[in-house]
């Protein structure tokens, strides 16, 4: 077991509100200066930008883990983060079939850019990302685990979907395993405050949606890292963060 500096929340131009120099290589080469060894992509709504990910990752030296941020029905936001590229795929195309279908209006809201592994523009998605789907937060852990991966609500302590602003606290019977600050100094505030979240690991990732928001390497997570290989770290974060802490 070793330490790992992690982002496991991180926006590229496929998002509307990301920059669009937020481009895979981009993404993956300010990460690798920063100090950051195990990466996440997390778009609004798709992974369609992760197959671009993964290579540049590969290039930079990085653990990439393929993710999405996922936006339920009541509007909260949920981190889903995956084994591998394929599962993601995979996820992409059950939640493209239960996204709200609203035109992107590009001038107000920003691009949607799918690139290529070399940052070239091979498509844009028509359909405004951020928007919420029809998956209750109930369903979420379920749906989400039946391709492999494990979820959790991001930034909580964030009033724009973050599950207590919405819901009024944090809930005690959807069966999350982790939970994410974007202040990761409000911890204690937060575990007083809801005591359900002790028996939760808890991460704090930058949620960066242009290149001076990738903070600088700050948090570890320990990951089993023998035998070495990016695929083994990347199945030993899901079983660290798939666990409820003891």
Not at 106 to 114: A, D, H, N, T, V
Not at 196 to 214: F, Y
Not at 225 to 237: G, T, V
């Amino acid at each position: 077991m070793n330490p790992y500096y992690y982002d496991l929340h991180t926006h590229s131009a496929l998002s509307p509100c990301g920059d669009n120099m937020m481009t895979p290589n981009n993404l993956a080469g300010m990460a690798a200066l920063a100090g950051i060894q195990v990466l996440a992509l997390t778009d609004h709504n798709t992974c369609k930008n992760c197959p671009a990910f993964f290579a540049a990752c590969k290039r930079y030296g990085l653990v990439p883990v393929p993710g999405m941020e996922l936006t339920t029905a009541e509007e909260i936001h949920v981190v889903c983060l995956f084994p591998t590229l394929e599962a993601a795929l995979d996820f992409d195309r059950a939640v493209e079939a239960r996204r709200m279908k609203i035109e992107n209006n590009e001038k107000i809201f920003g691009e949607q850019l799918i690139l290529d592994e070399e940052d070239n523009e091979i498509g844009r998605d028509p359909w405004f990302l951020p928007a919420a789907t029809d998956i209750p937060l109930e369903e979420a852990p379920k749906l989400v685990g039946h391709y492999g991966g494990i979820c959790y609500p991001a930034h909580i302590d964030r009033p724009s979907g973050g599950v207590i602003e919405i819901l009024g606290g944090f809930p005690p019977d959807v069966p999350f395993t982790a939970y994410e600050l974007h202040d990761m100094d409000r911890r204690r505030e937060y575990e007083e405050r809801f005591p359900i979240l002790k028996t939760l690991n808890c991460v704090s990732s930058s949620d960066a949606h242009n290149l001076e928001q990738i903070r600088d390497a700050a948090h570890t997570v320990m990951l089993d890292d023998e035998p070495y290989s990016s695929a083994m770290l990347r199945i030993s974060l899901l079983k660290t963060l798939g666990r409820k802490k003891s």
